[in-house]
């Protein structure tokens, strides 16, 4: 079994590889390079044999965790480019996907596409358009259409699939830069390199859901061998408010920093609520890490990152 990790030097896709590559052959697909790992074999492959290469591959699982959503100035400010990155990223995954042997796909995908319903959304609310956050509204409209894209693609080929609808991703191996980073990376990375004012965009008391990025994980790995189909909403149905949440940073970095609210969030909706029916029936036992004990592995994990 090889498994092909498109988006392989972003967030979820080294952290998935770096938990895999002991296991399997893997194919990490970035904007740059096409890296074949297995171990602590690593090696370039050019993109004109890869045709050849994948021919050779028996039996592949593919997973798409390429989202283009740093830098919240180019989220803002160049909406239309998000939008046009993510569908060509999809594109170029199902032209890759079409000459091979595939048995799953996995689709990373995200609660955005739920807009401004103020109801528990589940997996099987219809989506629309006109209900897509104003701020969001090119990044949630790629992501229903890279759904759309892979659900057809599959059925057609009559391949397993599973699309991840997530919030808020966090944890170690997160962007070291402050300019890609949203949230809890800002936090941590301006605390810990002794920033004296830290601004909170909104108001802080818009309240948002994290998944820890190695619950997710595991969560991927479990769902390759399970023979579920579909769609499935990912989170621990458990929110914090930013304000409480940068307090928390504070406290586990033993920080003085003063904060202050500038009233501009990059969302428009201070309250996503999600129904999780189908993730308790297909994983009973799973517990989510606690965001306290999150945190404080995130914050150890930038200490040391910084100070290398």
């Known amino acids: ?94 032209k890759i996907l079409d000459n091979t042997s595939v048995r799953k796909v996995i689709l990373i995908s995200s609660y955005a596409i739920y807009g401004n319903k103020k109801s528990a959304n589940s997996e099987e609310s219809n989506v629309f358009a006109k209900n897509f ?85 595991k969560i991927i790995l479990i769902l390759r061998k399970k023979n579920f189909n579909g769609i499935i909403n990912v989170g621990s149905n458990k929110f914090l408010s930013i304000k409480t949440l940068l307090n928390i940073i504070i406290k586990l970095t033993n920080s003085k920093v003063i904060t202050q609210c500038n009233n501009q969030s990059f969302s428009d909706i201070p309250l996503r609520k999600v129904n999780y029916l189908k993730l308790k029936s297909h994983f009973k036992n799973f517990k989510f890490k606690e965001i306290t004990n999150g945190l404080r592995e995130t914050v150890n994990w930038y200490k040391k990152k910084l100070n290398d």
């Open 1 to 94: 079994m090889t498994l092909l990790v498109f988006g392989g030097t972003g967030f979820v896709g080294s952290s998935l590889i770096n938990r895999q590559k002991e296991n399997e052959k893997i194919i990490s697909f970035s904007s740059k390079k096409i890296e074949i790992i297995k171990k602590k074999s690593r090696y370039n492959i050019k993109y004109s044999l890869l045709k050849n290469y994948l021919k050779q591959e028996k039996e592949n699982d593919a997973i798409f965790c390429a989202s283009t959503r740093y830098d919240p100035k180019k989220y803002i400010n160049n909406t239309l480019g998000v939008f046009e990155n993510n569908i060509n990223s999809i594109i170029k995954f199902l």
């Open 133 to 217: 956050s104003i701020k969001e509204f090119y990044y949630a409209q790629a992501k229903l259409l890279q759904e759309n894209l892979i659900i057809n693609f599959c059925k057609k080929r009559n391949i397993k699939y599973n699309i991840l609808r997530l919030p808020s991703i966090y944890g170690p191996g997160s962007t070291l830069s402050l300019k890609n980073s949203h949230v809890i990376p800002s936090f941590v990375i301006q605390i810990l390199k002794k920033k004296k004012h830290i601004t909170i965009h909104g108001n802080g008391t818009e309240k948002k859901e994290f998944i820890y990025i190695f619950d997710l994980i």
